[in-house]
């Protein structure tokens, strides 16, 4: 077993920041710097059961990885089953905690843990720790990012591979649902507000309509 730690601190409420990494289907808006391919395995992509499939494009290999959210603790923990590797034989936890330092200010602390299943799982999980750790890193700065230097397009989502909303009894969730289609975050929000604001300043005989 072998284990790394990593942490951040972010400008937004810790509900704010385990509402979005709750819900599976916006974490390539953080991840996508190092994972490819990324789809929910189910078409509900929020809490507990919630469950997601990628490739990580490691330098020792494009290993796939399936995770799914074993536990829920709104607003304070996340706890991820990982699978990873041939055939999934590969082991690993992930645990999320989300701490309220101050008034809008939250640590978000992840501790991952690996348990390669023979030596040469092990060997490849040692030689490029070093670059999960830096990647990981980086995504829990693009996270802060969300929330305190969001971008002006929305963020990418994503969604289950052949999912077409009208058949999403098929996939466990309502007709007509998509998780692509989820909710906007931090900036995204308010600039949506900014501009119903702007909008309801002109006068309607001078608006144009789109």
């Known amino acids: 077993m072998s284990a790394f730690t990593a942490a951040t601190t972010i400008t ?7 509402n979005f990494v709750a819900d599976l289907a916006a974490w390539p808006a953080v991840v996508d ?14 809490g507990r059961g919630a469950a997601a499939r990628f490739q990580v494009r490691s330098p020792v290999g494009k290993p796939y990885v399936e995770l799914d959210v074993y536990s829920a603790e709104r607003p304070r923990e996340l706890l991820l089953r990982i699978r990873y590797g041939r055939v999934g034989r590969n082991r690993a936890v992930c645990e999320l905690r989300f701490v309220a330092e101050s008034t ?5 602390e992840l501790l991952l843990e690996t348990y390669p299943a023979t030596r040469f799982d092990r060997l490849r999980d040692a030689l490029c720790s070093l670059w999960l750790r830096r990647r990981v890193a980086a995504a829990l700065e693009r996270l802060r990012m969300v929330f305190e230097e969001p971008p002006a397009e929305p963020l990418r ?12 009894p098929r996939f466990g969730a309502h007709a007509g649902a998509d998780p692509a289609l ?28 789109g």
């Open 157 to 168: 989502r994503a969604t289950v591979a052949g999912l077409e909303p009208d058949k999403g």
């Open 12 to 18: 937004a409420e810790p509900a704010q920041v385990y």
């Open 104 to 108: 809008g200010v939250t640590r978000v």
């Open 33 to 46: 710097h190092f994972v490819a391919d990324y789809r929910l395995a189910r078409a509900n992509p929020v």
């Open 182 to 209: 989820g909710t906007r975050w931090a900036g995204e929000r308010l600039r949506a507000r900014g501009a119903r604001a702007a909008s309801a300043t002109v006068p309607r005989s001078q608006r144009v309509d």
